[in-house]
């Protein structure tokens, strides 16, 4: 199996990406021609299951509630999840715009294999965008009886030239992707948030790690996550991968199986041993469900949109338009984590109204040493001078950034030859609502992705992440961008402990080399900012 990411595509700086990027205007959604989806209900469990319970008792003295648990690490979301599935029963329900075949995706597939051999009906659905050529392997997944795998809005051709070609030929409709992810398990737990399935959301790559961020949440939202789950598996255009690889021969899940078997342990050595069956599972989720706070939380996401109007659209999605009320009613303090910003004319308006009304608007997203897209960094940087002349205070984070052992739980993966990056999403109103999700504050996210997240009304819960926030805020682990006198994007200097940079004040993107100063000042030059 071959990892390989549409990040890392655009990192490796493919001008075939940059072409593709370029030539959109005038391309067509023609859309496929499929036969019709056998819709089936959603599985539900015959019977109480241990989690069922353990999530209705968590509830007894709050049944208005939902209990939260922030998954603020690598280590814990992937704990968390490994957990769920060797305590699962009945069902288990994932929807990713990422999964690679890594260490950790190709663990967490063999243990959704096994617990499809013990009678838990896995459904598993996945964004094309990356699954690459391994249709054949995840077919080969799909053969088991208890499992089914639908892949989103499939490009018709499914390699090579003629893959590239086809997105031109069907731009606008293979642009809408979906970045939701959710985790849901016998219709009781659930897992939201920011963090896709692969070695750099775990704390456990060997070069870039991400600083993210979902729950672990029981309650009311999980039937919402449960729905939201079913309207995209039922979507016309979320095809079964038996379709898309055709007459294939299929690998044999044996090597799979093995080769994961072998490579737990480097998984084990980085965050101790891993919950191997139901009843080590269920103490560890015992502890987690526990530990919860109780709140009121709501979840918010985009439809798939109607598969006869694929086509580009200037209309926000429901989901940026569900945030955008929640946040018209903040009155002192936004703090705002995104990986990806960029705002529009309509949004830097908004924006100075709040700060007119006396509200403090800060923002913390990646420097282009941090980021993992080259091409995301320039749409920002197109922006940058706007959002700062709006009033928002930027920082933008540091690849060595000193917070990274406290928040990457691997020791080997914060030295000088390592990247500290941001890919969490969260909003912070008034330290009284947060917001954790798929959801970038850029256009991308606004306009054509699905995306979705939880919004939780808890004071102690918003303390929490705003002060998390503020560390990454502060001149250790970042730098703030400011306007000089003449409207120019300066860096000051920072005096870090131990650390000082070698001029007093940068004039160009910090710690990064030229060649990718000019790759990213290259793009910037073209109004892609929706595209990237």
Known sequence: MRTMTIARARRAGRPGVLVLVLLL???????????????????????????????????????????????????????????????????????????????????????????????????????????????????????????????????????GLQKAFGFLAEFERLNRRMHVKSFTVDGAVTILGGRNVGDEYFDSAEGMNHRDRDVLAVGAVVPQTAAMFQLFWDWPLARPIEELAGGTELPDTGALIATAAEQVSVLERIHGPLPREADAALRELTGAIRSMVHAQARLIHDPPPDPGALGDTDVPQPGSVALREVARDVQGDLLVESAYLVLDDTTLANVVQLRARGVRVRALTNSLASNDVTMNHAAYARRRRAMLASGIELRELRPDAESCPGLIRNEAACGPEHVFSLHAKTFVLDRRTVYVGSLNMNLRSRFLNAESGLVIDSPALAERIAGDIELNMTDANSWRPILDGRGRVRWPEVEAEGRSESASRWTHEPRVGFWRRVRSGFIALFPLEKYL
Do not use: M
């Open 25 to 159: 205007a005038g391309c067509a959604a023609t859309g496929p021609s499929l036969p019709a989806k056998d819709l089936e209900p959603a599985p539900q469990c015959t019977a109480p299951t241990v989690l069922g319970n353990l999530a209705a008792r968590s509830l007894d003295a709050a049944p208005e509630a939902n209990g939260i648990l922030l998954l603020d690490t690598g280590r814990e979301a992937l704990r968390a999840r490994v957990a769920l599935v060797e305590a699962a029963e009945c069902s288990i329900d994932a929807q990713y715009y990422i999964w690679n075949s890594d260490t950790t995706g190709r663990y967490l597939a063999v243990r959704l294999l096994a617990a499809a051999d013990r009678g838990v009906r896995v459904r598993l659905l996945l964004d094309d965008i990356n699954v690459g050529d391994r249709d054949a392997v995840l077919a080969a997944l799909a053969s088991h009886p208890n499992v089914e795998l639908q892949i989103y809005n499939p490009f018709a051709e499914r390699s």
